[in-house]
C-alpha cells in the first residue's frame, strides 16, 4: 500500500495542484458511441442494449464534422483552463488508438481517426491542459467479472479474469500516458460499481505517477481521498451541499472540483433543452470559486462531432463575462466569508471580492473580513463604493448595475 504523507507527493506534482486550484474553470466533454443514440452516456444499461447490438452501433461511428481546433477555440473563448474528456465510459469502448483491444475507434469504425490525439495536440498549441476521463466499470469487456450493480443485461458469459480486465486498464492507461503528451491527469469514475473489488489501485497510481509525476489523479468515487489521489470531487452540487445525493463526504485539504451537467444529461441528449442560463452557470462558478472548487461544465457533442448551439452560445456567454471579471476568480482561493444567500467570496493575498448574487438591494452588510480599515472598489471599473464600518461589520453601498449577474466589490486594507 503506497503511504502519503504530504512530503511524500513530489514537486512536480505539488505544483500540478497548485496549478489546478488556480484554474477554476473546467470543459467536461462526454462522447461517444452513445452520442448516435442521443439519450445519454448510460443508454446501453438503461435500455438494455446487448453487447453485439451495442458493438454493431459501435462500427458506424463516423463523427466527421468533428474538429478539434473547433472545440479547442471554444473552450478558449468560454475562458476554461482544462478539458476533461471520455477516453473510455461506461459502454466500454476506446476513442482513442488502442492496442489492448480493437473495439476502438481507429480500429472499429470507418472513421478511423483518433480524436484524443488530434486534441491532445491542439491543446498543447493552445495551451489548455488535457484530462482523461476514463472508466473503471466496463459494461462490455467479458473479464469485467463479477459484475457490479450495473452491467447486467447486457449479455456477457458469466464468467471472466478480473486480473486480466485490471491488466487490460493498466495497459491502455500507460498508452494514454505515453501517447499523448504531458496531460493535466486522469479523471477516474465507475468504481462504485464494485465498491468492495480489489481494484488494484496502488499499483495503477504508481504507474501513472511513475510515467507522468505531474499528472493528476481526480476521483469520483465519492469517498474520502485515498493515497496517491490529487483532489476531491463533487457531482451535481456544490462541495458542501447534497441535493443530488451524491456527496456524502466531508471537504478535506485537496484540491476540489465539481462536475455540472449544462441541461440534464452528460452526453448528447436529443432531446434534453432543459438547459441551464448563462447566469445560473456563472453563480455556479463563482460559488464554486467562492469554496476554493473548479466547476467543470459538461457538454455532450453531437454524434457528427458539432456541439449543440445551446451548449456553444452559453460557453461564449460566460467567456465574455470572464473576460471582464475572470480577475475576479483565476488563482483566487476560497474567500473570507463563507458562502451566503447572496453570494460568495474569494481572495487573492490581501484583497478579497465580494461577489453579489442574489441580492435587490444596493447597501450590503458584511462581517467584516479581518482587523483594520476597509475600503471598497467596483469590480470593474475600479471606482470608489461608500463603505461604512461598524464595529465588525461593513456596509457597502452596491455598483449600480443590479441586473449583471455578479456584482463585484474588491475590498482592500486601508493604509
Ligand atoms: C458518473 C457516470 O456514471 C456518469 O455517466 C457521468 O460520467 C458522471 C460524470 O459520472 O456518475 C456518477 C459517478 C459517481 C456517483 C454517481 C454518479 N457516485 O459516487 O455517487
Not at 452513445?34 to 453487447?51: C, D, F, H, K, T
Not at 505517477?209 to 476531491?232: S, T
Not at 475572470?326 to 490581501?350: E, F, K, Q, S, V
Request: proline residues 7%; aromatic residues 12%; neutral net charge.
Amino acid at each position: 500500500m503506497l503511504v502519503q504523507t504530504p512530503d511524500s507527493v513530489p514537486a512536480e506534482r505539488r505544483a500540478a495542484r497548485e496549478w489546478y486550484r488556480d484554474a477554476k474553470f473546467g470543459m467536461f466533454v462526454h462522447w461517444g458511441v452513445y452520442s448516435l443514440l442521443g439519450n445519454g452516456e448510460w443508454v446501453m444499461q438503461n435500455r438494455p442494449i446487448a453487447v453485439p447490438d451495442y458493438e454493431w452501433l459501435a462500427s458506424t461511428f463516423n463523427p466527421t464534422k468533428f474538429d478539434a481546433r473547433a472545440w479547442v477555440s471554444l473552450a478558449k473563448a468560454a475562458g476554461v483552463k482544462y478539458i476533461t474528456i471520455t477516453a473510455r465510459h461506461h459502454d466500454g469502448f476506446s476513442m482513442f488508438a488502442t492496442k489492448a483491444s480493437p473495439y476502438n475507434i481507429v480500429d472499429w469504425t470507418p472513421f478511423k481517426r483518433d480524436p484524443l490525439r488530434e486534441l491532445a495536440d491542439e491543446c498543447r498549441r493552445e495551451g489548455i491542459k488535457l484530462f482523461f476521463y476514463y472508466s473503471q466499470l466496463d459494461w462490455h469487456q467479458p473479464d469485467y467479472w463479477p459484475r457490479g450493480s450495473t452491467g447486467r443485461n447486457t449479455g456477457r458469459p458469466d464468467s471472466g479474469d478480473w486480473n486480466r480486465y485490471l491488466d487490460f486498464m493498466d495497459a491502455q492507461l500507460t498508452e494514454l500516458l505515453t501517447n499523448y503528451g504531458a496531460l493535466g491527469g486522469i479523471w477516474f469514475d465507475g468504481m462504485w460499481d464494485k465498491p468492495n473489488a480489489e481494484w488494484r489501485l496502488s499499483r495503477t497510481y504508481g504507474l501513472i505517477h511513475r510515467l507522468q509525476p505531474a499528472a493528476l489523479i481526480v476521483p469520483n468515487h465519492h469517498q474520502a481521498p485515498l493515497p496517491g489521489e490529487d483532489a476531491q470531487t463533487f457531482e451535481q452540487d456544490l462541495p458542501g451541499a447534497n441535493t443530488a445525493g451524491f456527496n456524502t463526504t466531508t471537504i478535506g485539504g485537496l484540491p476540489l472540483e465539481t462536475s455540472l451537467t449544462m441541461n440534464n444529461s452528460w452526453g448528447f441528449n436529443l432531446t434534453d433543452h432543459n438547459y441551464k442560463s448563462t447566469r445560473q452557470l456563472i453563480h455556479y462558478l463563482v460559488r464554486a470559486a467562492g469554496v476554493g472548487a473548479n466547476l467543470l461544465l459538461n457538454i455532450g457533442p453531437r454524434p457528427d462531432g458539432t456541439i449543440p448551439p445551446e451548449a456553444e452560445s452559453r460557453l461564449r456567454e460566460i467567456g465574455t463575462w470572464l473576460g471582464t471579471n475572470g480577475a475576479t476568480l483565476y488563482g483566487t482561493r476560497a474567500g473570507p466569508i463563507p458562502p451566503r444567500n447572496w453570494g460568495a467570496t474569494t481572495a487573492r493575498g490581501d484583497t478579497v471580492y465580494i461577489h453579489v448574487l442574489d441580492w435587490a438591494d444596493s447597501v450590503l452588510a458584511i462581517p467584516s473580513p479581518g482587523a483594520g480599515k476597509w475600503s471598497a472598489k467596483s469590480w470593474p471599473g475600479g471606482s470608489a463604493l461608500s463603505l461604512t464600518q461598524l464595529g465588525n461589520s461593513l456596509s457597502i453601498v452596491l455598483p449600480a448595475d443590479r441586473d449583471s449577474p455578479d456584482r463585484v466589490v474588491m475590498l482592500l486594507h486601508r493604509r
